[in-house]
């Protein structure tokens, strides 16, 4: 099966200006998160999609990032104005739904955006 | 504060030895346990997990041991091989939250 594929692999904006980033998850995955990780440091929860619905957005870090799911398929993360501290590797994952418990993720390979 | 810790950033070992990568936690919620590998330019990929009503679990030579009254887990890599160096990520969930509180990680090296 198709892994977790993300898009741009890498990116390099100005300060101010507006970035999407692209996730399309596994076939059948209703689970979606969003995760960033910063300098090195530890990966950090963004968001987490059930299909369409937005399950858990408790680590958005502000209302200049927008994430959507289309349809329950793919998903977007958006950038809007982007700031200095917004830099790091964006990483999706996806996993199958469940029904009690935690199911392991499928991560992809990560948007890597640098702010200028 | 970070619920989940590493402590160790780094770690090299000689092939075939044993490698051991700790991982502390603090929310005595967490319920389910996993690490991660990472290697360069890709996203991490799964390795092994736990539940908390286990306190050990073994794939091959890989094998993840639970204190819960330490908070405390470890994964033992034995025999390790060069192909093991990358970064270890240890991971912590709670009940059906699905979202996953992840460590700094921990850079293995495993010597020829």
């Known amino acids: 099966e198709a892994g977790v594929t993300q898009f741009p692999s890498h990116s390099v904006i100005e300060k101010g200006q507006t970035v999407t980033l692209r996730c399309d998850p596994i076939?059948?995955?209703?689970?979606l998160y969003w995760y960033r990780r910063v300098m090195g440091k530890e990966i950090k929860f963004l968001l987490h999609f059930v299909k369409e619905s937005k399950q858990d957005e408790s680590g958005m870090p502000n209302n200049r990032f927008l994430a959507e799911r289309t349809g329950g398929t793919y998903s977007t993360l958006k950038v809007q104005p982007a700031e200095l501290e917004d830099s790091g590797v964006y990483f999706c994952a996806s996993s199958p739904f469940w029904t009690g418990g935690t199911y392991r993720y499928t991560f992809g390979s990560g948007t890597r955006l640098t702010v200028v | 504060d970070q619920q989940v810790k590493q402590n160790s950033p780094s770690l090299s070992v000689q092939e075939g030895r044993i490698s051991i990568l700790n991982c502390d936690y603090t929310n005595s919620m967490f319920d389910y346990f996993l690490w991660y590998k990472k290697y360069p330019a890709e996203g991490p990929t799964f390795l092994i997990s736990i539940s908390s009503i286990k306190d050990k679990n073994e794939d091959g030579r890989f094998t993840v041991f639970l204190n819960k009254s330490a908070k405390h887990l470890s994964l033992h890599i034995v025999p390790s091989q060069p192909g093991d160096s990358a970064v270890y990520f240890c991971a912590a969930s709670e009940g059906n939250a699905g979202k996953s509180t992840f460590g700094d990680g921990t850079t293995l090296t495993v010597k020829p």
């Open positions: 076939s059948g995955h209703d689970n």
